[in-house]
């Protein structure tokens, strides 16, 4: 048997997709076939009960009550947050924040990190390749500040030029945010080595692990970041929940983001003493099912083994890229030797929104757009992208039947 062969054979299919329920429907009457996991993840079973048994019985808020719902809440609350710590090896829970996901924990550290520390002769070091969410919130504080926001260049294979990126940094880069895989392309960038070469400059470094943490064993500690973002919903948990990791010295320098209840241990009109980590940074009551949700998604990536999920995704990636290059016609923007499972693709005569049309029209869900980043769609020529993104859920027929709907995209625009 070949080795790619015995991987497939080696995962069963039929009992993973079994857990997620929402896969068995019918959409206009073709059996779903769900390629948008880069968007969102579907939700498997455990996720789905863990939060409906904590409404059903322990539901309460946290950290206030003496009576023993609010107990167990704390409980399963600050569980889920040890479970965080262990998934992506943070030194101590105290170090893992969370918040509704990516983009607030990329907002954190730009209102509470790097906004006080920024003069105007700093800069401020992105790659093009970014999310919006990890451009904006830059853009605003260099609006207030008047530093400067620089760019590091890709090839046209959609890789980071690390030579470019090495010339960008010098000792005014305050700090540097970069993703460790990108939405738009699937490229994953050398982040330990670009982590290591914005240290040597003095910069801090923030990881937008939006795309990354379903996909690669994550360790904090061993990448040497200094924050790093993840979103629930992208990792088979629900949504409005996300972490932010921050070495412990760094958020125990850092203001509240928010002020409210739950962030403080005393309060006057005159002054307030604020909570130490991590409540400091969660002001108000936190999403206390979405942690538990997010806690047992965690369960769940972990009993099915990180390994083995991505040598499976990495033969559906290299699957499907091989069934598109063969259909003529179609390119695909993003070609990086090392990929989580991301295909963008264009056609130079069908729009992306008509290719998502006929695709839907079969059952077929995949994306169509800029996938929040215009910066990246720029530099390529296109206005968008249809974008097909795979999950360990997925299977080889499934390609099959969307490259059978592709040729007939084809042949309805002939
Ligand atoms: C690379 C990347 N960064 C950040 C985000 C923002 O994540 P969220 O919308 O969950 O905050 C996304 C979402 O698509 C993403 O793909």
Redesign the pocket.
């Known amino acids: 048997m070949s080795i790619q062969a015995s991987i497939f054979s080696s995962f069963d299919i039929s009992e993973i997709r079994n857990e997620f329920p929402i896969l068995n429907q019918k959409i206009n009457d073709y059996d779903l076939i769900y390629f948008d996991n880069?968007?969102?993840t579907q939700k498997p079973k455990a996720v789905i009960k863990a939060m409906a048994d904590y409404y059903e019985h322990d539901n309460a808020n946290v950290h206030r009550g003496v009576h023993a719902l609010s107990v167990r809440a704390t409980e399963k609350y600050e569980e889920a947050r040890a479970k965080v710590r262990r998934f992506i090896n943070a030194k101590s829970p105290k170090e893992c924040i969370f918040v509704?996901?990516?983009?607030?924990?990329?907002n954190l550290v730009a209102n509470s990190y790097v906004l006080p520390n920024l003069l105007p002769e700093d800069e401020l070091l992105i790659t093009y390749m970014?999310?919006?969410?990890?451009i904006v919130p830059w853009q605003m504080i260099c609006n207030k500040t008047g530093a400067n926001l620089q760019v590091a260049p890709i090839s046209l294979s959609g890789e980071l030029l690390l030579d470019e990126f090495a010339r960008k940094l010098n000792k005014k880069t305050k700090f540097v945010a970069i993703?460790?895989?990108?939405?738009?392309l699937g490229t994953i960038n050398p982040v330990k080595q670009m982590i290591a070469m914005a240290h040597a400059v003095g910069a801090k470094v923030l990881l937008?692990?939006?795309?990354a943490t379903a996909h690669l064993p994550i360790d904090v500690q061993d990448l040497d970041c200094d924050f790093y973002?993840?979103?629930?919903?992208?990792m088979y948990g629900p949504?409005g929940i996300?972490v932010l990791w921050g070495k412990e010295e760094l958020l125990e320098d850092m203001s509240p983001y928010q002020g409210g209840g739950e962030m403080i241990t005393y309060v006057t009109f005159e002054v307030t003493e604020y909570a130490s980590l991590p409540q400091k940074f969660e002001a108000g009551t936190p999403n206390i099912a979405g942690a538990i949700g997010l806690g047992a998604a965690i369960d769940y990536l972990v009993s099915l083994d990180l390994e083995t999920i991505a040598h499976y995704e990495a033969q559906l990636l290299s699957y499907a890229t091989a069934s598109i290059e063969a259909i003529k016609g179609f390119n695909i923007i993003g070609t990086a030797k090392y990929k989580v499972p991301v295909i963008s693709f264009v056609h130079g005569k069908i729009h992306p929104h008509d290719i998502g049309t006929i695709l839907d029209s079969e059952g077929i869900a995949i994306r169509s757009g800029h996938?929040?980043?215009m910066p990246l769609m720029d530099f390529f020529g296109v206005a968008a992208t249809s974008r097909i993104s795979l999950s360990f859920y997925n299977t080889r027929a499934e390609i099959d039947r969307c490259m059978t709907a592709l040729k007939r995209v084809k042949e309805v625009f002939a």
């Open positions: 880069a968007a969102t509704r996901g990516t983009t607030e924990a990329i970014e999310h919006h969410s990890n993703s460790y895989a990108s939405n738009a937008d692990g939006a795309q973002a993840f979103s629930g919903h992208k949504t996300g996938h929040c980043a």
